[in-house]
């Protein structure tokens, strides 16, 4: 297969395919060329009016919550069964736009979509309650219970940097409890998730349960945020738009969910067993040109073995290969744009400005496309600010510790706590140190294994609740007690 000639690129709404009203759109990008992928539907609040209606129509009419769960899972899994057909279009459709390896939407975020829909489609039919025993009400016995009901409207905003499986990532959870969504793809990836309303409507899900509305996020967004139809919104992004979102959300108290950003520390331990160490540690801090909210780019070695670790990260850094995402060869892709390029390029010659030492990588490519090189700094101190901030591109920094006091210090020395990872074949040093860490998840011995079945959010200011897991799905449901006095 080679790349697409043409994206879906309206939205979706009401089980119907509709340009934005105004007819405006925007040009999305390829960010390895800088060619124009795909004009997409530039909506604006009337657009978002629309798709609330359709949502909340579908939910209040109740065709969709009362279904029986089975049902609703029965169609989660036709969803999974579409996505694997047509798996290689959409690992294509996301190299495309991401610019990222076609290797990498292979491995990672097509089996994880599939997996993650199939996942919640067996929680459909399982929401269950309980059975509370009290000692009674004014000398009369009860029966108590309760019953998980389906929250209502879901806006669920999503990034770019893995738009199809975060956005299924809300979407399965969501549709699982049985609430109707509205979906707002990135601006800079909504090729993929807007290819997935098409499967939707091939899958046969009601009209008005999954809408898509495309655009810019201060409009589009915005107005989805505020919108008095919407009663949960579910937000993956950055900490900056999160606290907005939390302050538009909370004069209605809408229930929120989270997911922002991270300066993920991975601590290596003196007796790590060191080539695997560099491979996870590597993989941390390039994977999807370290365009991940766990990317770790904090890399805290013990002393005794840091001087290996900076070459060898050194190392792992220039034998990355560059280029065209659709190439086998191709090892890293290009950052999503210009601008983010842009800001990447002056953090990493803030680094070297606050005296951070350089050992691989560090500049922009001229070429067409936003590449940046694979970048590693040695001899990073916690005030420089490519040891505060999120980059959110392949560069990480290397900084010694002398004691497992130390380490855990220079860890939770951020705003952020959303994940870590820890290298020790000692099995109670992993255990000691992992509830020391002020963080969402911790990986021992690895780089975030993540799964549908385990829960992924963060602490401080990487965000509130979790997606992914039970926990997810309770998220979109209220929880009711019925009491009845016998
Ligand atoms: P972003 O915050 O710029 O945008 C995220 C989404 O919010 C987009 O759809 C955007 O259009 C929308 N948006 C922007 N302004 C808005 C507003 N005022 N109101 C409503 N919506 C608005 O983030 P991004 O650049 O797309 O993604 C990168 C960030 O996401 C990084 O900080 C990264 O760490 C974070 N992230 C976190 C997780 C996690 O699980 N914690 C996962 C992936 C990415």
């Known amino acids: 297969m080679s790349a697409p000639t043409s994206y879906p690129s309206r939205n979706f709404i009401a089980g119907e395919w509709r340009a934005a009203i105004s007819g405006a759109t925007f040009a999305k990008l390829a960010p390895t060329s800088g060619a124009v992928l795909a004009e997409v539907a530039n909506s604006s609040a009337a657009d978002v009016d629309a798709a609330v209606a359709a949502a909340r129509v579908q939910f209040d009419g109740g065709e969709w919550s009362r279904l029986p769960g089975a049902e609703r899972g029965r169609l989660l899994n036709k969803l999974a069964d579409l996505l694997a057909r047509d798996a290689e279009r959409f690992a294509h459709i996301l190299a495309m736009e991401q610019g990222r390896p076609l290797m990498e939407m292979r491995m990672l975020d097509l089996p994880m979509s599939i997996d993650t829909l199939r996942y919640f489609a067996g929680w459909a039919d399982k929401l269950e309650g309980r059975q509370i025993p009290t000692a009674g009400f004014m000398g009369r016995p009860t029966l108590n219970y309760t019953i998980r009901e389906a929250i209502g409207v879901a806006a669920l905003i999503v990034p770019w940097n893995a738009p199809l499986m975060i956005g299924i990532w809300k979407l399965a959870p969501a549709l699982a409890a049985g609430c109707t969504v509205v979906l707002k793809p990135s601006e800079d990836a909504p090729l993929a998730l807007t290819a997935l309303a098409g499967l939707a409507a091939e899958a046969g899900f009601p009209a008005g349960v999954f809408?898509?509305?495309?655009?810019?996020?201060?409009?589009?967004?915005?107005?989805?945020?505020?919108?008095?139809?919407?009663?949960?919104?579910?937000?993956?992004?950055?900490?900056?738009?999160?606290?907005?979102?939390?302050?538009?959300?909370?004069?209605?108290?809408?229930?929120?969910?989270?997911?922002?950003?991270?300066?993920?520390?991975?601590?290596?331990?003196?007796?790590?067993?060191?080539?695997?160490?560099?491979?996870?540690?590597?993989?941390?801090?390039?994977?999807?040109?370290?365009?991940?909210?766990?990317?770790?780019?904090?890399?805290?070695?013990?002393?005794?073995?840091?001087?290996?670790?900076?070459?060898?990260?050194?190392?792992?850094?220039?034998?990355?290969?560059?280029?065209?995402?659709?190439?086998?060869?191709?090892?890293?892709?290009?950052?999503?744009?210009?601008?983010?390029?842009?800001?990447?390029?002056?953090?990493?010659?803030?680094?070297?400005?606050?005296?951070?030492?350089?050992?691989?990588?560090?500049?922009?490519?001229?070429?067409?496309?936003?590449?940046?090189?694979?970048?590693?700094?040695?001899?990073?101190?916690?005030?420089?600010?490519?040891?505060?901030?999120?980059?959110?591109?392949?560069?990480?920094?290397?900084?010694?510790?002398?004691?497992?006091?130390?380490?855990?210090?220079?860890?939770?020395?951020?705003?952020?706590?959303?994940?870590?990872?820890?290298?020790?074949?000692?099995?109670?040093?992993?255990?000691?140190?992992?509830?020391?860490?002020?963080?969402?998840?911790?990986?021992?011995?690895?780089?975030?294994?993540?799964?549908?079945?385990?829960?992924?959010?963060?602490?401080?200011?990487?965000?509130?609740?979790?997606?992914?897991?039970?926990?997810?799905?309770?998220?979109?449901?209220?929880?009711?007690?019925?009491?009845?006095?016998?």
């Not at 901030?389 to 290397?398: L, M």
């Not at 006091?405 to 994940?419: H, I, K, R």
């Not at 870590?420 to 011995?445: C, E, F, M």
């Not at 401080?460 to 007690?481: I, N």
């Open 211 to 486: 809408n898509l509305v495309n655009g810019m996020g201060p409009e589009a967004g915005a107005t989805l945020v505020k919108h008095p139809g919407v009663d949960k919104i579910s937000f993956t992004g950055s900490t900056e738009v999160g606290r907005i979102i939390a302050r538009e959300a909370a004069p209605l108290f809408k229930r929120l969910t989270l997911e922002l950003g991270g300066k993920a520390p991975q601590i290596i331990c003196a007796d790590a067993n060191l080539d695997a160490a560099i491979m996870g540690v590597a993989m941390g801090l390039f994977v999807n040109q370290g365009q991940t909210c766990a990317a770790g780019t904090r890399i805290l070695v013990h002393r005794s073995r840091y001087d290996d670790v900076v070459g060898a990260l050194a190392g792992a850094a220039k034998s990355v290969t560059l280029g065209d995402p659709l190439d086998a060869n191709t090892r890293m892709g290009a950052l999503i744009n210009a601008r983010h390029r842009d800001r990447v390029a002056a953090l990493i010659q803030s680094g070297i400005a606050e005296g951070a030492a350089l050992v691989a990588g560090g500049e922009a490519l001229p070429e067409n496309g936003f590449f940046v090189r694979p970048t590693v700094f040695a001899g990073g101190t916690p005030q420089m600010r490519i040891m505060r901030e999120e980059i959110f591109g392949p560069v990480g920094v290397v900084v010694p510790f002398d004691s497992d006091e130390e380490a855990v210090q220079l860890a939770n020395d951020t705003p952020f706590g959303l994940s870590a990872s820890l290298w020790t074949q000692d099995i109670a040093r992993a255990h000691t140190l992992a509830p020391k860490l002020r963080v969402g998840a911790v990986a021992i011995n690895g780089w975030s294994p993540l799964d549908a079945r385990l829960p992924w959010g963060g602490y401080k200011d990487s965000g509130v609740g979790r997606d992914l897991s039970r926990t997810a799905l309770d998220a979109y449901t209220e929880e009711k007690v019925v009491s009845v006095v016998m």
